[in-house]
């Protein structure tokens, strides 16, 4: 419980006073010389159980109507926040709202999101509280925005529902960061989230660095979690795997593949509404278990809309609107232009025959070696893998490479013979090492990035790889295979985009097997070149959030939520268009997995920290906290009536009938 | 008569002159020395007519009827009630307790008033006065005389007595039972703060002696309301424990023993046919005694 008005607690000792009094008066006694002991001693010595009872029971229900009225006019609140700071210390008041996808769906009460339900509480709650500041951060910008009162929550356009995944320890770091700028002296965090594991990443290491840098603040702060676990059920979402056009004998076609899931194994026929340049269609969906996918669903395209377009599935409403609807955009596959940088052309024409030839019938790649100082003249706009064995680019060719990366294409680096000097994104060249047997590949990353699993779980064959001869990679990186020496044989440099890699042997016998043995070396350029030649597609599937800011400035709304604003298009779900380049943004696919952190988990997440967490309850009053004053004051005249009862004299036994004058008892 | 001497604080000459008019009677036939105004258990000269008894050989022949022997031819003697004056013995209680007064007059000094007023009255007209003041043994003791001069070594007794010691109203009263002769008036002036089934014995004894017995219960305002605004140390004034006390608190039970006491002391009395007065010390004692010697008038006569 807290209060309003906690300054009234310090008359809190008064409540004492009644007891005070009691021993005042037991100290005033006077003495006086007494005939009639007998009676006196008669009353002492007759039972005193129910008057001792009786005096402590006045004493109590006196200190008990002081210490109503005190709290009453302290103002106390009522909430299950039940260690809830006093209120009238708070110098800041931060709400983490999470604004994400999973945060749509309909709560306890029917018609009302988890969203909807957040706001209404926290207006309602958090007006009672008197704060210095109040401080939105969303969980789309993370970014801290300063409120007069929570009241403006229900307009604040960054309390708005979105398509963004939330990153819950992104927005505490947002936090901390507003709080060891700003210095306030008493903070409070309140962060609304419906507490799904990947908005909140609880495994991640961010979390210990949050927890000591909260901890080793100089100002406590207090943690307030409002959870929305369990919502609504019968939820089904839609989710496009793939939509690419190809040409037929009939005429150019779209192929779309995409997911149905639900929540519960419901046998039924799903109308899969496809909305596409202009038109409505409907693809009956019939639903077995848990997840349906429909692959290459064939789509005739027609008219202007025969290369490029953008399109959007729906399914009907249910328990969450937002992942009930999945845009997509289409366009020719782009070139796959890969460019070579080799002082040899002998040594890299196993990276070229690897870069060169497509996995797909349709796909064109193309192959440009160039010489360090012929480099200048490739077409660098078109260049979607570039391949650098040579010395790092000096400072003249540095900002062509650099101007590959900063587009999203891929760069990878292979040793040369010499030149030490130098670095790129962080990382240079060592020394040469050399083993006649072959070094062995005993470790590298199977999840992720370019030496991932295959589709079918298998793992590629990076272990049987001999490595002869191979140059260490120094710098701070990220390695994505490790030789039996302990050096790195493929390292991707720390940026943020991601896309540059070194690569510590060559694909030249006397190197490594990496082209006898050629299918790492394939999956690895094909790889980096798919990931490189989607930067230069012209229709591109974006997850919400993920791109950058100043990017999506240009972007003019194809079809979206009509509620979104221009300066945050690349967190809704919508088409977009910026130039001749098409965007569709879309919730993560993580959203479609309804994981929950555990509440166990959850509080280990804060150990250490001052925490309090209140879950919403089925029929639960919509107010996180009450007034409760009036309960107080009721208490109050309680005590007083009960007081009053227990004071009202006892009747009094009729005094001896004594005739004043005189008194005849007994008849002559 | 005059009240000789100096003056007295307990008497009030204009009480006592307004008090002469009514005589002091007794209860039942007393045994006196010398003729007066209470009737007496033998045959004697007064005016007032007994009895006819058949006359007997050796009877005075004076006091033959010669009228009823005229109209019935038989010997008839014709006996007169005998009237004397009467032996009024004043108990006073001068324990401890009767130094309690809370309106300003201490029981003592109300007892006072009252043995003085009657000692007076009952000297005026001829009655045999004695006083014993007792508390835990016979304190001061003077027998009954009739003669005036008496009436002063009376009044210098209850001047001079004072309140002290304990309670042994019981014994003393057994004891004065023995000693009195028997046939006179026994007035106790005390608060009899002893158990009454006590006293009934001892009440029981003095009528067992044929005296008629008075007893006046002097008794404080404030111990009958018992009404305290704060809390109280008691003493006891007869030496015992003092208690400490919330009075409101036990005001009810206080009251409630209180009450059991006058209930039985009222049976107690009524058994051994006492002539009881409880008093409050704030009642004017001349109408005290006024109404105490207007109701022995109207019951005089009992032999």
Redo the contacts between chains.
């Keep these: 419980m807290s209060f309003l008005q906690p300054a009234m607690l310090w008359a809190l000792p008064i409540i004492a006073l009644p007891i005070v009094i009691h021993l005042i ?2 100290r ?17 010595t ?1 039972s005193r159980g129910y ?1 001792r009872i009786r ?1 402590w029971l006045i004493l109590a229900m006196r200190t008990l109507a002081i210490a109503g009225l005190i709290f009453a006019i302290s103002r106390p609140l009522a909430s299950g926040w039940l260690r809830l700071a006093a209120p009238g210390t708070v110098d800041t008041t931060i709400i983490l709202l999470d604004t994400s996808p999973s945060m749509q769906q309909q709560g306890n009460r029917a018609g009302v999101t988890k969203l909807d339900a957040a706001r209404t509480q926290l207006i309602q709650s958090l007006q009672l509280i008197h704060s210095n500041h109040w401080v939105v951060i969303d969980s789309a910008t993370l970014q801290p925005v300063e409120i007069e009162s929570p009241g403006v929550l229900d307009s604040l356009v960054p309390a708005q529902s979105n398509s963004t995944s939330a990153d819950i320890p992104g927005m505490l770091q947002s936090a901390y960061e507003y709080l060891r700028d700003n210095r306030p002296s008493q903070t409070e965090i309140w962060i609304c989230s419906d507490l799904r594991q990947n908005d909140w990443d609880a495994e991640s290491a961010r979390w210990k660095v949050l927890r000591d840098a909260f901890l080793e603040a100089p100002t406590p702060t207090r943690f307030h979690l409002l959870a929305y676990g369990d919502g609504a059920g019968g939820n089904r979402s839609i989710r496009l795997t793939s939509a690419e056009t190809r040409e037929t004998m009939s005429g150019r076609e779209l192929l779309i593949s995409f997911v149905v899931r639900q929540s519960e194994s419901e046998k039924t026929t799903l109308p899969v509404r496809l909305e596409l340049a202009g038109g409505i269609s409907e693809i009956p969906v019939e639903l077995t278990g848990k997840e349906t996918e429909l692959v290459d669903y064939a789509i005739p395209l027609e008219g202007d809309q025969l290369k490029r377009g953008w399109g959007r599935l729906t399914i009907p409403a249910d328990g969450n609107v937002a992942d009930n609807e999945f845009y997509f955009v289409f366009d020719e596959p782009p070139p796959r232009q890969t460019l070579i940088v080799s002082d040899n052309e002998d040594s890299v024409r196993s990276l070229k025959l690897a870069a060169e030839i497509s996995p797909e019938i349709n796909t064109q790649a193309a192959v440009t070696v160039l010489t360090p100082q012929q480099a200048e003249t490739a077409d660098w706009d078109q260049v979607a893998l570039l391949l650098w064995q040579a010395e790092l680019p000096d400072d003249s060719r540095r900002p062509l490479v650099q101007s590959v990366i900063d587009r999203g294409g891929r760069v990878i680096f292979f040793p040369p013979e010499g030149g030490r000097s130098g670095e790129f994104a962080g990382l240079s060249w060592g020394d040469w090492h050399e083993e006649p047997e072959g070094f062995q590949t005993v470790s590298w990353r199977q999840d992720q990035d370019v030496l991932a699993n295959v589709r079918s779980g298998e793992a590629l064959p990076v272990n049987e790889l001999g490595i002869r001869r191979y140059r260490t990679i120094e710098g701070e990186q990220s390695r994505l295979a490790t030789l039996d020496s302990g050096d790195a044989l493929l390292s991707r440099a720390i940026t943020s985009q991601r896309n540059i890699y070194f690569c510590g042997t060559r694909a030249t016998d006397d190197h490594s097997t990496l082209a006898r043995n050629g299918i790492v070396l394939y999956a690895v350029i094909q790889r980096a070149l798919a990931e490189g030649a989607e930067s230069l597609a012209a229709a591109r599937q974006v997850v919400a959030g993920s791109v950058d800011g100043v990017q999506a400035e240009r972007w003019q709304r194809l079809s979206s939520d009509e509620t979104a604003v221009s300066t945050r298009y690349r967190f809704h779900a919508g088409a977009y268009e910026e130039d001749e380049r098409l965007y569709a943004v879309n919730r993560s696919v993580e959203e479609d997995r309804p994981l929950i952190v555990d509440p166990e988990r959850m509080a280990g997440l804060f150990q250490g920290l001052q925490f309090d967490r209140v879950d919403e309850q089925i029929g639960e009053d919509n107010a996180l906290l009450r007034e409760i004053w009036a309960t107080f004051l009721f208490l109050m005249l309680l005590a007083l009536i009960v007081e009053a009862a227990l004071s009202i ?2 009747r ?15 008849p ?1 | 008569m005059s009240i000789s001497g100096p003056q007295r604080s307990f008497l009030d000459p204009q009480v006592l002159s307004r008090l002469s008019s009514i005589p002091l009677f007794s209860r039942r036939a007393m045994v006196g020395n010398v003729s007066g105004i209470h009737s007496s258990p033998h045959r004697g000269s007064s005016v007032e007519f007994a009895e006819y008894r058949k006359y007997v050989p050796g009877d005075d022949l004076r006091r033959l009827d010669w009228r009823a022997y005229g109209r019935s031819d038989r010997y008839y003697v014709k006996e007169f009630e005998a009237d004397t004056n009467l032996r009024c013995c004043l108990i006073l209680d001068t324990s401890g307790s009767m130094n309690f007064g809370s309106t300003g007059v201490t029981r003592l000094e109300y007892a006072r008033r009252i043995a003085g007023s009657l000692a007076h009255i009952a000297i005026r007209q001829g009655d045999a006065v004695g006083l014993t003041c007792i508390s835990d043994k016979l304190v001061r003791t003077i027998p009954p005389r009739r003669t005036p001069s008496h009436l002063r070594g009376i009044f210098d007794i209850l001047e001079h007595a004072e309140a002290g010691g304990d309670t042994r109203l019981v014994e003393r009263l057994h004891e004065l039972a023995e000693t009195i002769p028997q046939r006179a008036m026994v007035v106790l002036i005390s608060d009899l703060f002893v158990p009454p089934a006590e006293l009934r014995e001892a009440f029981d004894h003095l009528r067992f002696r044929k005296h008629d017995v008075v007893v006046f219960h002097l008794l404080d305002p404030l111990e009958l309301s018992f009404e305290f605004q704060r809390p109280m140390r008691f003493l006891d004034m007869e030496g015992g424990t003092s208690i400490f006390a919330e009075p409101n608190e036990i005001a009810d039970r206080y009251q409630k023993a209180l009450q059991a006491y006058l209930e039985e002391m009222k049976a107690v009395v009524l058994g051994s046919e006492v002539d009881y007065h409880r008093i409050r010390l704030d009642s004017d004692y001349e109408q005290v005694l006024q109404n105490f010697l207007a109701m022995r008038a109207r019951t005089k006569g009992a032999r």
């Design positions: 008066n037991q005033r006694y006077r003495t006086i010389e007494w005939a009639a002991m007998t009676f006196l001693l008669a009353a002492t007759m008057a005096q004299p006892r009094r036994i009729a005094q001896a009938g004594v005739n004043p004058a005189f008194a005849r008892e007994v002559a």
